[in-house]
């Protein structure tokens, strides 16, 4: 299996006042080129902070996170930037799409920006919206927008897909059509994609399960295959 990044060691301290919260202590992530892993853990573990440091959005404390063969836990923001730009693409549990853009202009927003980009329709397509490509965020319902947000996280082809709670806001049948939506980007596109979520039936569709606890990868979970998202439910 070919390493696509890798995270020793990570601690993350929050300090307030003289108030020290430590939300990773020595957390340790290999994710391999082409799989789906879910990173399972109750909120306050530090499932998000470490998505957030391997995705170039905050830094460790200490320890090291390597893209290929690229150290980025000296990079500066600049760097960061450069690294999340061009390589990663985020999904959050709330879609933050443009109001008054349509569906297939909010992708093209990446687009415009990316080095080798799929079209923003081929983008939808992939996550069967093709035909809402031009409605506007306020005439498609909740699971509709967060797959408009994977058509706009995966339009410049990142080589990783990092989606945080991607369907925290969503009802048990929404919530499936948008890992329907993920589970094909993977399968399709072969993006190295990793899934935080506290919703332990999510775990049955990746290739790994990362348990997170207290601030550290606590166990690790391989499945024999992969549950395709339409056979579960919660």
């Not at 290999?30 to 892993?37: A, F, I, K, S």
């Not at 998505?51 to 690229?70: E, M, P, Q, Y």
């Not at 150290?71 to 450069?82: G, H, I, K, M, W």
């Given at each position: 299996?070919?390493?696509?990044?890798?995270?020793?060691?990570?601690?993350?301290?929050?300090?307030?006042?003289?108030?020290?919260?430590?939300?990773?202590?020595?957390?340790?992530?290999?994710?391999?080129?082409?799989?789906?892993?879910?990173?399972?853990?109750?909120?306050?573990?530090?499932?998000?902070?470490?998505?957030?440091?391997?995705?170039?959005?905050?830094?460790?404390?200490?320890?090291?996170?390597?893209?290929?063969?690229?150290?980025?836990?000296?990079?500066?923001?600049?760097?960061?930037?450069?690294?999340?730009?061009?390589?990663?693409?985020?999904?959050?549990?709330?879609?933050?799409?443009?109001?008054?853009?349509?569906?297939?202009?909010?992708?093209?927003?990446?687009?415009?920006?990316?080095?080798?980009?799929?079209?923003?329709?081929?983008?939808?397509?992939?996550?069967?919206?093709g035909e809402r490509a031009n409605h506007f965020p306020a005439q498609l319902s909740g699971g509709e927008q967060q797959r408009v947000a994977i058509a706009r996280a995966i339009a410049k082809q990142p080589e990783i897909l990092l989606c945080d709670e991607p369907t925290g806001a969503l009802d048990s049948e929404t919530g499936i059509l948008v890992l329907e939506a993920i589970d094909q980007v993977n399968r399709e596109l072969g993006t190295t994609t990793a899934v935080i979520t506290h919703n332990t039936v999510i775990g049955s569709m990746a290739d790994r399960v990362l348990h997170i606890a207290d601030g550290a990868v606590a166990g690790i979970e391989d499945n024999v295959e992969r549950r395709a998202p339409a056979e579960m439910a919660w």
């Open positions: 299996m070919i390493t696509t990044l890798t995270a020793r060691d990570l601690t993350k301290i929050y300090r307030t006042g003289e108030v020290e919260v430590h939300a990773l202590r020595g957390a340790n992530l290999d994710l391999y080129e082409g799989e789906l892993v879910v990173i399972l853990g109750p909120s306050g573990s530090g499932k998000s902070t470490l998505l957030n440091i391997i995705g170039g959005l905050d830094t460790a404390t200490s320890g090291t996170v390597r893209f290929r063969d690229h150290e980025l836990t000296s990079a500066d923001e600049s760097a960061l930037t450069r690294f999340r730009r061009d390589h990663v693409g985020f999904v959050f549990q709330f879609y933050n799409l443009i109001p008054s853009l349509t569906a297939q202009e909010n992708v093209a927003l990446v687009t415009e920006i990316a080095q080798h980009p799929l079209d923003p329709l081929d983008a939808l397509r992939l996550v069967n919206l």
